[in-house]
């Protein structure tokens, strides 16, 4: 199927294999697919993954067919990421890609970058890419990038973490950087998408653009109009459409109340950021439905427009509650996102009359000890357990006296699965 390319830090003598190996640490351990091997995977080997293999068809056929896309301005993807739980097929996808374009397929693990000698990680990120580009077009697979692809400053005293940045660094360099060329798609496989640095997932205007472009280009059109914009915002912000995921009746009722009870509470909350789109169609991994709001530019927040955000975000449980008379644990992120930002306001902007003037750091942030006592940090969890009540009743009582309106947008969601402000609301 392939030949693996040996290189790396081998012991033995002068002679035999051994002798060569530590003057090719910096080279990377590719495993080098052959574009015309008899044994090459295609699409109908890969079973299921239906909406992924859709998606990463466009790949084949932007590199067979360039030119439709470079016509309306679209730059060919640079890459994409395979997520997924071990064994559902992100390594197959991917060599299914590349034996239907019909081009050289390198791959390499995340860990295989990471050794005990300092610029070793870098220097197997260039020989990777070199080799890739003496071989264009091609496609680079790097399976379990979060060995090397975590987020940033989020580390210690190791001198492992300065390599793993190095790294990450290099690769970003390599696709994104002023030297990069043409022809190469890197591909990269995770199950944790959630510790992934920013900058691995380009999520900017430019991105919106090209994939409002892409998007354009997939339907046959011959200008790019507001809605492909549209589809690829909803594509960057919440993840790959699921059009077949199995979702019952009771399921989709409870996210449509949930939603629903977002976009009410927003909309009558005089400091909530203003809705711009509330959606029930599933996304991603885990997601069953979103409301997309338009950011607050404010450079400075008020106690009472921050209460305003953790009343809005806590709507779609308090919704459930007081119509369904259920809850469930669709909820979670949003209280991980009020607790976080409770914390905040107590800790580290001193609103807290309890705690007092003063600025703590986050709790994700590292460090050695906490710079307060235990009877402050008890302090603080007390305040941020009242806060999150205090924010909760008001905004039960919002759905409360407005769950006509929870109900008539819950059943407009329902019959068209995603609408923008002025469907509803009429501005």
Known sequence: MGRRMQSGFEVGGPG??????????GKAQITKMDKNAKDKVLFN???GCDEAKQEIMEFVHSLKNHKK????????PKGAFLVGPPGTGKTLLAKATAGESGVPFLSMSGSDFMKMFVGVGPSRVRSLFQEARQCAPSIIFIDEIDAIGRARGRGGFSGGNDERESTLNQLLVEMHGFGTTSGVVVFDGTNRPDILDRALLRPDIANVCNEAALIAARNGSAVITMEHFEAAVDRVIGGLEKNNKVISKLERRTVAYHESGHAVAGWFLEHAEPLLKVTIVPRGIATLGFAQYVPNENLLMTKEQLSDVACMTLGGRAAKQVLLRKISTGAQSDLKKVTKMTYAQVAVYGFSDKVGLLSFPQRDAFEMTKPYSSKTGAIIDSEVRE???KAYEPTMQLIEEHKEHVAQVAELLLEKRSF??????GS
């Open 420 to 425: 923008i402000r002025r469907t509803w609301f």
């Open 16 to 25: 035999g294999r051994g002798g060569r190996g530590i003057f090719n640490i």
């Open 69 to 76: 896309y470079e016509e309306l301005g679209a730059k060919i």
């Open 45 to 47: 080997d890969v079973a």
């Open 387 to 389: 806060w999150v009540v």
